[in-house]
């Protein structure tokens, strides 16, 4: 958690902020393979071929190869931020809009009001909501000033860090050239067609992490004592399954037209035509079958 | 007196086959239509979301042919039995490669994974037979659908992962209509009198979209395979 202050203009609103996310990732530990002890991981100098408790370690910045400064903890406290302790909102953006470089988010953080500033909270939040605004605001968070956006949520709001324009890397040095390609009307029409035929309302909660799922699985198992059985070899099936599953649908639509049919006299006539069109085509007509014996005493 | 004696005819046999078939078909490509109809001349099938796949079967070996995969055999080792299943040698026929789930149903994801070679053993290969172009070592291509059909299902018994697809003849949008509940976004319509074109079908196979019940969770195969994304990789 950390607790500091929304501030613009004048206006200063205290706010708590909570990591929205978490992490559900598998972790391991490293064991020696012999023991399964746990590996410690020991702090070494190479210098003095010695193990170095932390306590004896400064930080260092490299300003150039091999060559070093000491940056002490007094010398971070000494770096004049204003936004300490605050979350300095610089400007508002058109939350729609693309190439901001706010679609290069880093992490997600809920927004609680404090409740003096609770008025003042909740306004932002509505004006920013009903203009589509957010808020470009730059937070000092573990020893770092960050980047970052401010946009409603819920019935909060969320402050998601963004990373700095130096951060982000350049797309020339991709291989992405459009040049030469042509895109027919006819193609278009159908990439068009495939997604308006997958377009719908995202909801997280219909995903999920089919991956972690499997290897919990195989992890639960091994924690029963049990060999992990693997993936459960599916039952044969037959392709005549799904033949048969088409005939089923096949007389679902017809019922359902016959359906449809009795219950608007009007449209008889015309459904009653479609139902003798229908039918499998099936064997051979007189003259079908004459033609293939023909071929059969030529052939023979 | 050799110079009098006449050549012997040559007998076919299995050695020497009277014709061989073609190392590579030239597969007739549909023509896209805007939606489902109803026509007696037309054959309706669904649009089974696979890959189109040409099988020849001579001499009791298989081969596949499908478009970016150099050795589809390898791909689909459990298509070696289609010899058993036909009553005649020197057969080609044209139709789909799907990989079913254990559902039965075809799986878009299982099928990439065969096809890209990551997974061999994904899921359930099956074959929907739709048409024959050769039959005991002959090209019957300049026959009518109609014809083609019938002899398809007389020499093609039906088996658990190679069968003669099913479809409907007439009935078009009836047909759509079952197809939007089994969520098949596509309508195969083949012209009962036309003869088996290479390349452009023009009017003698189309090829139309059914709207599905409900949006799809992702995309199927046959949509992404319509789309000019390039062939897959082998």
């Known amino acids: 958690m950390w607790r500091g202050a929304i501030q613009f203009g004048l206006v200063t609103i205290p706010v708590k902020l909570y990591l929205a996310t978490e992490s559900t990732g598998i972790g391991f530990n490293m064991l020696h393979a012999s023991c399964l002890n746990r ?3 020991k702090i070494y100098c190479p210098f003095h071929d010695e193990v170095v408790p932390r306590s004896e370690t400064v930080r260092g910045y490299e300003w150039s190869k091999g060559r070093y400064v000491v940056v002490t903890d007094e010398d971070l406290e000494a770096v004049p931020l204003k936004t300490i302790r605050a979350i300095e909102i610089a400007m508002f953006v058109d939350a729609q809009k693309e190439d901001h470089g706010a679609q290069f988010v880093k992490s997600a953080y809920y927004l609680e009001p404090d409740p003096v500033g609770k008025k003042a909270f909740f306004l932002l939040r509505e004006v920013l909501a009903d203009t589509g605004k957010s808020a470009i605001c730059k937070v000092v968070m573990k020893d770092r000033e960050q980047l970052a956006a401010i946009n409603p949520y819920a019935s909060t709001m969320l402050l998601t860090t963004l990373h700095w324009p130096d951060e982000i890397r350049s797309v020339e040095e991709l291989a992405v050239d459009a040049g030469g390609i042509e895109i027919k009307a006819s193609e278009r029409k159908m990439a ?8 719908g309302e995202f909801k997280a909660e219909e995903f999920q992490d089919d991956y972690r799922q499997a290897l919990m699985g195989v992890i639960e198992s091994k924690v029963a004592g049990e060999e992990p ?13 799904l033949m048969a599953a088409l005939e089923a649908s096949v007389s679902a639509a017809r019922e359902a037209r016959r359906d449809a049919a009795a219950g608007a006299p009007t449209a008889k006539a015309k459904a009653a035509g479609g139902a003798k069109a229908a039918g499998r085509a099936k064997k051979a007509e007189p003259a079908a079958a004459g033609e293939r014996q023909t071929r059969r005493r030529k052939t023979a | 007196m050799p110079a009098e ?12 086959p009277r014709l061989r078939l073609p190392d590579r078909v030239n597969p007739m490509q549909p023509t896209a239509v805007d939606a489902a109809f109803d026509h007696p001349d037309y054959f309706f099938e669904p649009w089974w979301p696979g890959v189109r796949a ?5 001499r009791g070996r298989v081969r ?23 009553a005649e040698d020197g057969v080609v026929l044209d139709g789909t490669l799907l990989v079913l789930d254990a559902e039965g149903r075809p799986d878009p994801e299982l099928l990439r994974a065969r096809l890209s070679g990551r997974q061999p053993h994904a899921g359930r290969p099956a074959y929907v037979a739709a048409d024959l172009l050769w ?12 014809i083609r059909r019938d002899w398809l299902e007389a020499i093609l018994a039906p088996g658990d992962r190679i069968t003669v697809g099913h479809g409907y003849r007439g009935d078009g949008t009836l047909v759509a209509e079952a197809l939007a509940r089994l969520g098949i976004e596509g309508l195969s319509a083949r012209r009962l009198t036309a003869r088996y074109r290479a390349g452009a079908a023009g009017d003698a196979w189309l090829r ?19 789309l000019p994304l390039g062939e897959p990789q082998a």
């Open chain 1, 39 to 41: 590996i410690q991981m």
């Open chain 1, 192 to 199: 068009e067609q495939l997604i308006a035929s997958m377009t």
């Open chain 1, 229 to 241: 059985t693997p993936m459960a070899r599916a039952e044969p099936t037959k392709i005549g399954d």
């Open chain 2, 5 to 16: 004696q006449l050549p012997l005819p040559e007998l076919p046999s299995i050695d020497h």
């Open chain 2, 54 to 58: 040409v099988a020849s079967a001579e």
């Open chain 2, 64 to 86: 596949l042919q499908v478009a970016g995969l150099a050795d589809a055999e390898a791909a689909f080792p459990e298509l070696e039995e289609l010899p058993d299943q036909l």
């Open chain 2, 135 to 146: 039959a005991a070592g002959e090209p019957i291509t300049r026959r009518s659908f109609r």
């Open chain 2, 208 to 226: 139309a979209p059914v709207t599905p019940a409900q949006p799809r969770p992702r995309p199927t195969l046959a949509l992404i395979l319509r």
